[in-house]
């Protein structure tokens, strides 16, 4: 049950970035640049996913546990640190580079391209990396 | 493509993610899935099927729509490879990309999520004036 669970919320996760246009780096970097033709649309898709979650995290939350498991796995992590802020500091000027998140990533390694293979691999190598280095106390 | 679709997408992203939550207990956030996936043998079955689920959907798509150019970047290699380990880098210290952080944070009002959103989304804008505009202040 638990992978079915998965897979379907993966399918849908995956099928709403391909929609929106978050799987196309040319909207997505359109959508950053500010002081160029800004494209704005992809703000709706934040908005979307926002606003939905929120609505479904608070019915779902009020409840005892999730259909398979006995707790809710939330994040516990409190407080702003220097890693939070450095680590999204290098990711927003990765996305900036490129125009692609990591479920974009993933979702379009479908497209066989090798540049995205490539970008895939160079990421999994950055969280080996930390993982190795610099693990989470 | 235009507004509505992004926000139908945005909608099925958060159903996805209030589906992750009301059955596992877990957060959709794809870069913290991933990673997990990676390193932790407990949970690896789930993980590997959303992930398999992600790449399905890539896969389907580009069944219905032929030549739809998926994964296709204008970006040269070296710039991928950069961009690539910065992503990698700096969602595993941040803890979470634009999935964990962005929605399933932001939708939990989550400080940390706030702040690494607002930080994230702000150097995204800046590397790419940068890119395309030069340095703020700089004579072309």
Same mark, same amino acid.
């Given at each position: 049950?638990?992978?079915?669970?998965?897979?379907?919320? @993966?399918?849908?996760? @995956?099928?709403?970035?391909?929609?929106? @246009?978050?799987?196309?780096?040319? $909207?997505?970097?359109?959508?950053?640049?500010?002081?160029?033709? =800004?494209?704005?649309?992809? !703000?709706?898709?934040?908005? @979307?996913?926002? !606003?939905?979650?929120?609505?479904?995290?608070?019915?779902?939350? $009020?409840?005892?546990?999730?259909?398979?498991?006995?707790?809710?796995?939330?994040?516990? !992590?409190?407080?702003?640190?220097?890693?939070?802020?450095?680590?999204?500091?290098?990711?927003?000027?990765? =996305?900036?580079?490129?125009?692609?998140?990591?479920?974009?990533?993933?979702?379009?390694?479908?497209?066989?391209?090798?540049?995205? =293979?490539?970008?895939?691999?160079?990421?999994?190598?950055? =969280?080996?990396?930390?993982?190795?280095?610099?693990?989470?106390? | 493509?235009? +507004?509505?679709?992004?926000?139908? *997408?945005?909608?099925?992203? *958060?159903?996805?993610?209030?589906?992750?939550?009301?059955?596992?207990?877990?957060?959709?956030?794809?870069?913290?899935?991933?990673?997990?996936?990676?390193?932790?043998?407990?949970?690896?079955? +789930?993980?590997?099927?959303?992930?398999?689920?992600?790449?399905?959907?890539?896969?389907? +798509?580009?069944?219905?729509?032929? *030549?739809?150019?998926?994964?296709?970047?204008?970006?040269?290699?070296?710039?991928?490879?950069?961009?690539?380990?910065?992503v990698g880098v700096g969602t595993a210290?941040?803890?979470?990309?634009?999935? *964990?952080?962005?929605?399933?944070?932001?939708?939990?009002?989550?400080?940390?999520?706030?702040?690494?959103?607002?930080?994230?989304?702000?150097?995204?804008?800046?590397?790419?004036?940068?890119?395309?505009?030069?340095?703020?202040?700089?004579?072309?």
């Amino acid at each position: 049950m638990k992978p079915l669970i998965g897979f379907l919320a @993966g399918l849908v996760f @995956g099928l709403g970035l391909l929609v929106s @246009g978050m799987t196309d780096p040319v $909207r997505v970097l359109g959508f950053l640049d500010l002081a160029g033709a =800004w494209d704005p649309s992809l !703000a709706f898709v934040m908005l @979307g996913a926002v !606003a939905t979650t929120a609505l479904g995290y608070r019915l779902v939350l $009020r409840r005892a546990h999730p259909l398979c498991d006995t707790d809710f796995h939330l994040p516990t !992590a409190k407080g702003i640190d220097r890693r939070l802020l450095l680590g999204a500091a290098l990711f927003g000027t990765g =996305w900036g580079l490129a125009g692609y998140c990591p479920g974009p990533v993933i979702v379009s390694l479908a497209g066989l391209q090798g540049g995205l =293979w490539v970008m895939f691999a160079s990421m999994l190598a950055g =969280w080996l990396l930390v993982d190795r280095l610099a693990p989470a106390s | 493509m235009i +507004w509505y679709q992004a926000l139908l *997408g945005g909608v099925l992203i *958060g159903s996805a993610a209030v589906m992750l939550m009301a059955g596992l207990g877990r957060v959709a956030g794809i870069s913290g899935v991933a990673r997990t996936m990676l390193t932790t043998r407990a949970g690896r079955g +789930w993980r590997m099927a959303f992930l398999a689920g992600l790449i399905c959907a890539g896969l389907s +798509w580009e069944l219905v729509h032929g *030549g739809s150019r998926l994964g296709a970047s204008s970006v040269s290699m070296p710039v991928l490879i950069v961009a690539g380990l910065l992503v990698g880098v700096g969602t595993a210290l941040g803890g979470g990309c634009t999935s *964990g952080h962005g929605v399933c944070g932001m939708a939990r009002l989550s400080l940390r999520s706030l702040v690494a959103t607002a930080v994230f989304m702000a150097f995204g804008f800046l590397t790419v004036y940068v890119l395309r505009h030069g340095f703020p202040g700089a004579v072309s």
